[in-house]
């Protein structure tokens, strides 16, 4: 007869008792200290996920200073860029390193280019203090997430790492708000000034109270394997980020293709035949990791797609304007599905011991595409605002049981000395997906837009000023082009539901109490 739950814990617990290599009188102070290193791994992720969206609505202030509106999107393109392809690096440089110097630099570098930022007197050090803050910020989310997977038990990380994925988007889709405050209380430099006390005290306390448990088994790195990953993901997301005011010619995006497809195949190659690969293929094509790795990217599309296209949809497609309350109708639809987000992880959490990882991604993916076929009916036949949030909000609900296991399969196939690259990839998955999801997305409502609106008059419509365009024909060309990028995400949506299905029946296992004791920090 198979023991119950609670008969396994009382072995478990009777066991550490009674081994004399246990100090229970320890377990107080490690708690603590695990209860000081969560809230500085917290502070630094919504520090660096808040920066990528902060300096949107700072913008209109810092152009007129800095005389930079010919390049303003690089501000936020560049930090996308070098946080995007730095990702997996970190995630390798945690394994072979430690997680902690890897995470103490990437912070400093992310304070140290705040600093500079704060600072800039023209355009051109912005962006590359940007490019710089990026390069910081590549290594604190894939790097918090691992940390959280070696000091928490498996039941412990499912509720904690899903209510950091479920801040970290939250963060983001605060930044401009918070943005928006600060420049008009402080000033814009503000903006990166207040990085640096929260990151100091993040810095002190990780320092002082965060020591690896185990150390890596070599320190020998991929170099040429991370130059073209590098290379090639560079390549690509600048051919889809707006790195050129007036968008590339023919020959400049044929040329970052070529250059991005050739420095792919280089790094396939060379991964298959390094001693230490930065992606190890035998590793991502494993059943229990590459389904994680693909649904992490339709994962990505699909919520931020909903971010960037719904808001628009509300603020333009109805016909609201650019005024206070079109902008406060656009956050008032979108704010609830980062609150369902960090709300689904309360249910996730035992569900996912109970289910195991493939039945908690399907659900997730479920509700996704539920929300996802409802956002498409709503948009053909509009209906109430409060019905049209309840439906976004179903989104929410799958993200959560999603991002969760995506990332928890990944990281419990791996060992400690894996752990860190596979968590990097997971979440560079994510933020590729959304770049490059995104920009596809883009491209096709720009398309859809000029050939409704190319005959009367109005194909320069995306060059002028943003309240001349919300006059009616604008608006139902808005609404009827952006109808087909709902139904390009729920195709995404779809897709997720089979990938999702691709998962391994990985068991969840129930962790030990003396597993517990070892997760905490020494």
Not at 87 to 113: E, T
Not at 162 to 177: K, R, T, V
Not at 221 to 237: K, Q, V
Request: proline share 5%.
């Amino acid at each position: 007869m198979k023991p119950s739950a609670t008969a396994l814990r009382r072995v478990d617990e009777s066991s550490v008792l009674s081994s004399p290599d246990v100090d229970i009188l320890l377990l107080p102070r490690r708690r603590r200290r695990r209860r000081y290193i969560t809230g500085a791994l917290m502070i630094v992720m919504v520090l660096s996920s808040m920066e990528a969206t902060v300096t949107t609505t700072a913008m209109p202030t810092i152009i007129p200073e800095l005389n930079g509106l010919a390049r303003y999107a690089m501000v936020m393109s560049i930090y996308l860029l070098a946080c995007t392809v730095s990702m997996p690096v970190y995630g390798r440089l945690a394994d072979k390193l430690g997680r902690k110097p890897v995470i103490l630099s990437a912070i400093i570098l992310f304070l140290g280019a705040s600093l500079l930022a704060a600072r800039a007197r023209n355009m051109d050090q912005l962006i590359i203090y940007r490019g710089l803050q990026g390069l910081g910020a590549g290594g604190i989310m894939p790097v918090v997430l691992t940390i959280l997977g070696d000091i928490f038990t498996l039941k412990e990380r499912a509720q904690v790492q899903g209510l950091f994925s479920a801040i970290w988007g939250g963060a983001a889709l605060l930044g401009p708000w918070m943005g928006a405050r600060l420049v008009l209380w402080f000033g814009w430099r503000s903006i990166f000034y207040v990085n640096l006390p929260f990151g100091v005290l993040s810095l002190l306390v990780l320092s002082s109270q965060y020591h690896d448990e185990e150390k890596p088994h070599h320190t020998e790195l991929d170099l040429p394997g991370m130059l073209l990953m590098t290379l090639s993901c560079g390549a690509f997301l600048a051919l889809v980020s707006p790195l050129k005011v007036n968008g590339w010619t023919l020959w400049e995006a044929v040329g970052l293709s070529m250059v991005g497809l050739a420095a792919g195949l280089s790094f396939i190659v060379n991964e298959l035949h390094a001693e230490h690969p930065i992606m190890p293929p035998r590793l991502m094509l494993r059943r229990d990791i590459g389904p994680s790795m693909l649904g992490s990217c339709l994962l990505g599309v699909a919520a931020f797609s909903l971010d960037t296209y719904v808001p628009l949809y509300v603020q333009g497609g109805h016909g609201l304007g650019p005024n206070a309350v079109g902008p406060m109708a656009a956050a008032g639809v979108v704010t609830p599905v980062m609150l369902t987000w960090s709300v689904s992880n309360v249910f996730a959490a035992p569900l996912l011991i109970r289910w195991g990882f493939r039945k908690l991604a399907a659900l997730g993916a479920m509700l996704v595409l539920l929300a996802f076929i409802g956002l498409v009916a709503c948009s053909i036949h509009p209906v109430s605002r409060p019905l049209f949030t309840a439906v976004l909000a179903l989104a929410g609900l799958g993200f959560g049981p999603m991002s969760m296991s995506y990332l928890l399969s990944a990281q419990g196939a791996v060992e400690w000395q894996q752990r860190g690259i596979v968590t990097g990839t997971v979440q560079f998955c994510r933020t590729m997906g959304a770049s490059i999801g995104i920009a596809v997305l883009g491209i096709l409502f720009k398309h859809l837009m000029d050939r409704r609106l190319e005959n009367n008059g109005r194909a320069d419509w995306h060059r002028v000023d943003a309240a001349n365009l919300l006059e009616p024909r604008v608006q139902q060309a808005i609404a009827a082009s952006l109808i087909w990028v709902f139904v390009a995400m729920l195709v995404c949506a779809i897709l997720g539901v089979f990938v999702s299905l691709l998962m391994a029946r990985q068991e969840v296992r129930p962790v030990s109490a003396i597993e517990a004791l070892e997760a905490g920090v020494g």
